[in-house]
């Protein structure tokens, strides 16, 4: 969220609005992003450097992101195809994929049935006998079951910093263009 802010979300989303390419009962306009940001430049008393309205907007979005993350995660570990690759997310991007793509390379040369056995849970939780994927996707859910009380942290748009202010900056601008259309 803090990512896609910085890049310019709320510039893009001002811009597609006021030149009407963003309909209000679009599903696009419905979309985790556009919608939390619709909503934060459309609101009613908006005021410039508003910090509480902008962290709320902020708080709003990450959190509708992290519960559709959630439902997603739920989703795939219904399906007992989907194999789960662990991220090792303590490397940078690069090592990442670099690491993700060797584990995929390598569960597509298994034959058919290693790769059943592969996704199979069958094996109890903390079986040292559980596959990757398999011990992967039980990390997953025990993962999941702490995001019920998850409160995500800021680590770029921190109160204060040049970040948060540039944005903050910004998103009066955007709101200042998106409020000049709208009739309250």
């Given at each position: 969220c803090e990512e896609m802010l910085l890049r310019g979300l709320l510039r893009e989303t001002a811009q597609l609005y006021v030149t009407g390419r963003l309909p209000e009962e679009s599903q696009v306009t419905r979309a985790i992003g556009y919608r939390q940001a619709l909503e934060y430049l459309?609101?009613?008393?908006?005021?410039s450097g508003d910090r509480e309205a902008f962290m709320s907007f902020v708080d709003d979005?990450?959190?509708?992101?992290?519960?559709?993350?959630?439902?997603?995660?739920?989703?795939f570990r219904r399906d007992e195809e989907f194999a789960f690759i662990p991220v090792p997310m303590e490397k940078g991007k690069e090592e990442r994929i670099k690491v993700a793509s060797e584990i995929i390379a390598d569960m597509c040369k298994l034959p058919r049935k290693l790769f059943e056995d592969e996704l199979s849970l069958d094996a109890k939780?903390?079986?040292?006998?559980l596959l990757l994927s398999a011990q992967t996707k039980l990390d997953n859910e025990q993962q999941g079951k702490k995001m019920k009380f998850f409160v995500s942290k800021r680590v770029k748009l921190v109160e204060n910093s040049d970040e948060f202010l540039s944005v903050l900056k910004e998103a009066d601008e955007c709101t200042q263009l998106v409020q000049s259309l709208c009739e309250f």
């Open positions: 459309k609101r009613e008393n908006a005021r979005f990450a959190t509708a992101t992290r519960q559709y993350a959630k439902k997603q995660m739920q989703w939780e903390g079986n040292q006998d």
